[in-house]
């Protein structure tokens, strides 16, 4: 029997993939381009001090993108292999769960390990500026390769144990969060609670943040056995995901029908007989797809957790510390977590549904029904409404109340303009919050329609909706300070008042475009799941006239 014959059979697809060829020459461009932005913004800077500063933050981006990784390359392997039933077929051979898992593994690490060796010798670029030393440059490389090691087996793992490509992906990312920031800050927490001079290194030992801190040179060369420290634990982490993975993938691939679990599971999620009864009639009365994407009586419960979980936290920093957690500061941090939040969790949300039938064939059996596209299209957002729109209009009212207790703070009332500033930055706020979500629907939608899966989906909406006017704004400012464009003394009002306008000409722009593809190609995009989704550039060639038409 060939040795390892998944890992060979994997290696041999990536090797013929353009993706794994893409993705050596795109970390590339991107961290070339970081660099050129940064050199143009720090060229007056002396020399030592650019490297150090290109390199810390060349490294950065380099780990955080090998953090990451597991959310999109293993969180799903697993699991799509269980809803398809395949998995079990390979449990019929010879192999084992650590046969499968190392496959996996090696398979979805390909793009990684290429984009870091891609990397390394740009990092590498800093030592000719000066400030950088060779062995800073080896260690930040190992904690890239340890961290995109620890990711990918920590997405493994939950994989082996999940069946849903959604919970996976939340779990997998979830997961990061808690080693990589959670743990750290309660180490904080209580190092401050207990008012010790450092921190409990046990805590810091899973998280990359610190294995970066550790690899810089100045605090390697005050402690250098915490670098090691923190590289050992990540990388023994990484492997215990990794046995676990190769433990649960041979007894969890089955479709469990039976048992004692079942039925309280049932229960859990859609109710006992009579109560599935009443709330069947109640939503088919109103739509038959507002019935279908909201049978699952616990998504509410969910978002009102979430919210819960955030007052809980506000109310025990009030208990705990009350005179300095009332400030400008923590108004601003709850405010962008809860619209973070809420954002990413209605994107995941808004073409779930849609994606999840069309793969299955669903769509197209509802579509041969009297029920028409604009009736489903108003199920979706009855059930959407269902699940977000309370929590949505109580975090309104917060962003609302955390403006007028911030203007009535005496740094703000001693100050005229930091006080509109403040209102005004609250009321930009109120308006991209509910335009984002509004944006958010109509192109949710249509991603749901024509991505591969939901996940890929929710990535591109939030990608266009909340990463793109961010660049934007990066690149408006970096223009006016080289000079390139002439905005006259612009300060902290034009540039919010430049990323509104930015925010809500994407939000349009790609709500309108989205609405209008909706109601004219919803059939044709239902009919396509058995069609290959061309790329970007293939679509590109062929708006440019360079090739066959869309259909």
């Not at 923190?230 to 041979?250: K, N, Q, R, V, Y």
Request: proline content about 4%; some cysteine; charged content about 15%.
């Amino acid at each position: 029997m060939t040795f390892l014959p998944i890992v060979a059979r994997e290696l041999r697809v990536a090797a013929r993939r353009p993706a794994t060829h893409r993705a050596r020459w795109g970390a590339a461009l991107g961290l070339i381009a970081i660099g050129t932005w940064f050199f143009l913004i720090y060229r007056g800077q002396p020399q030592q001090q650019l490297g150090v500063g290109l390199f810390w933050m060349l490294a950065a981006v380099v780990v955080l993108y090998c953090l990451v990784m597991g959310v999109s390359a293993t969180a799903d392997c697993l699991s799509q292999e269980k809803r398809e039933e395949t998995l079990g077929l390979l449990f019929l051979t010879d192999l084992n769960g650590w046969d499968v898992v190392l496959g996996k593994l090696v398979a979805t690490s390909v793009n990684g390990l290429y984009a870091v060796l891609a990397a390394v010798p740009i990092l590498a670029l800093p030592l000719l500026m000066g400030g950088v030393t060779p062995g800073a440059v080896g260690r930040m490389t190992l904690v890239a390769l340890n961290t995109l090691f620890f990711s990918l087996a920590l997405g493994l793992c939950v994989s082996a144990m999940s069946r849903s490509q959604i919970k996976a992906t939340a779990r997998t990312f979830a997961l990061i969060v808690l080693f990589a920031g959670i743990l750290p800050a309660c180490g904080a927490w209580l190092s401050a609670a207990g008012k010790t001079p450092e921190v409990n290194r046990g805590w810091l030992l899973t998280s990359a943040g610190y294995a970066y801190y550790c690899a810089l040179d100045r605090a390697y060369a005050i402690r250098p056995e915490r670098f090691w420290q923190s590289a050992a634990g990540m990388h023994a982490l990484g492997w215990l995901f990794l046995l676990l993975a190769s433990a649960i993938a041979p007894r969890s691939w089955q479709q469990r029908t039976g048992g004692s679990s079942t039925p309280r599971r049932r229960w859990w999620n859609w109710g006992g007989a009579q109560a599935r009864g009443a709330f069947r009639a109640r939503l088919l009365d109103r739509n038959a797809y507002f019935w279908l994407a909201s049978r699952a009586r616990w998504k509410p419960a969910c978002v009102w957790a979430v919210l819960g979980g955030v007052a809980g936290a506000w109310v025990y920093g009030l208990a705990r510390f009350r005179a300095d957690l009332p400030d400008w500061d923590s108004y601003v941090l709850t405010g962008l977590l809860l619209s973070l939040i809420l954002k990413v969790w209605f994107a995941f949300e808004t073409g779930r549904q849609l994606s999840e039938d069309r793969k299955e064939g669903a769509l197209e059996l509802l579509l041969s029904t009297p029920l028409t596209v604009r009736e489903i299209l108003r199920g979706q957002r009855l059930a959407l409404q269902r699940q977000f729109q309370w929590p949505v209009a109580l975090v309104l009212l917060a962003f609302f109340l955390f403006m007028m207790l911030g203007a009535s703070d005496t740094i703000f009332r001693q100050s005229p303009g930091a006080s509109r500033l403040w209102c005004l930055f609250w009321s930009a706020g109120l308006v991209k919050f509910v335009v984002d979500l509004a944006a958010l629907y109509w192109l949710g939608l249509w991603r749901g329609l024509n991505a591969k899966h939901p996940v890929q989906a929710a990535r591109e909406s939030l990608a266009c909706i909340l990463l793109l006017p961010l660049g934007l704004l990066a690149l408006v400012v970096t223009m006016a300070f080289l000079g390139w464009l002439k905005v006259g003394e612009a300060g902290a009002t034009e540039y919010l008042l430049v990323w509104l306008g930015l925010s809500l000409g994407v939000d349009l722009g790609f709500g309108f475009w989205a609405r209008r593809k909706l109601l004219k190609e919803f059939r044709l995009a239902a009919a396509r799941r058995y069609e290959r989704t061309p790329g970007f550039w293939q679509r590109l060639r062929r708006m440019g006239g360079k090739g066959p038409g869309v259909l």
